[in-house]
T-cell receptor
Framework: DQQVKQNSPSLSVQEGRISILNCDYT??????FLWYKKYPAEGPTFLIS?????DKNEDGRFTVFLNKSAKHLSLHIVPSQPGDSAVYFC????????????FGSGTKLNVKP | DAMVIQNPRYQVTQFGKPVTLSCSQT?????MYWYQQKSSQAPKLLFH???????NEADTPDNFQSRRPNTSFCFLDIRSPGLGDAAMYLC?????????????FGSGTQLSVL
């Protein structure tokens, strides 16, 4: 049973525009969320995270928004750059089970020059 | 630089022939994980070690085993690989305190089964 879902397998955006990647979750116990970025033939690298006590976290061009009532989070990339083209994974964890991270299936972002 | 290293990057094995994938870390993290990722799917946790304590996921097949001889190294053994075991295998580490903030991944081993 997939507890973290990324329903868009791919997204194509023009350079300079905003990229919005979405993620939904079903477990209301999740209290910590992360985004990872993965280039081909490399392991995922950490991008940004957010705790459930916040609804927004910003780091440079990357902002993550959390809507707990909707069990939804999104990653905004502004402005998008060709080097952002990668697969983006959403992940979630539960404070009481701190060793387990649940991943979505990823969204492949293509930023066109 | 501190990192998570997986060897080999690509591994080809024959159906039913045992294979071992290795992972080492210089981060001195106490938790090490093995994930299996098939194309266009979410990484799936197979098991993890919290120090020497082994934690197996309920749906991980018995065909998959792991060893952690010391803090730095962790191995994934597939006793009798089937065609369905072809996948990317990702090793990851994390530290627990003050809170398990994130996973650090290796580059992965792409396993092919012929």
């Amino acid at each position: 049973d997939q507890q973290v879902k990324q329903n868009s397998p791919s997204l194509s955006v023009q350079e300079g525009r905003i990229s919005i990647l979405n993620c939904d979750y079903t477990n209301s116990m999740f209290d910590y969320f992360l985004w990872y970025k993965k280039y081909p033939a490399e392991g995922p690298t950490f991008l940004i995270s957010i705790s459930s006590i916040k609804d927004k976290n910003e780091d440079g061009r990357f902002t993550v928004f959390l809507n707990k009532s909707a069990k939804h989070l999104s990653l905004h990339i502004v402005p998008s750059q060709p080097g952002d083209s990668a697969v983006y994974f959403c992940a979630a964890s539960v404070r009481d089970n701190f060793n387990k991270f649940y991943f979505g299936s990823g969204t492949k972002l293509n930023v066109k020059p | 630089d501190a990192m998570v290293i997986q060897n080999p990057r690509y591994q080809v094995t024959q159906f039913g022939k045992p294979v071992t994938l290795s992972c080492s870390q210089t981060l001195n993290h106490n938790v090490m994980y093995w994930y299996q990722q098939k194309s266009s799917q979410a990484p799936k946790l197979l098991f993890h070690y919290y120090d020497k304590d082994f934690n197996n996921e309920a749906d991980t097949p018995d065909n998959f085993q792991s060893r952690r001889p010391n803090t730095s190294f962790c191995f994934l053994d597939i006793r009798s690989p089937g065609l369905g075991d072809a996948a990317m295998y990702l090793c990851a580490t994390s530290r627990v305190q003050p809170r398990n903030e994130k996973l650090f991944f290796g580059s992965g081993t792409q396993l092919s089964v012929l």
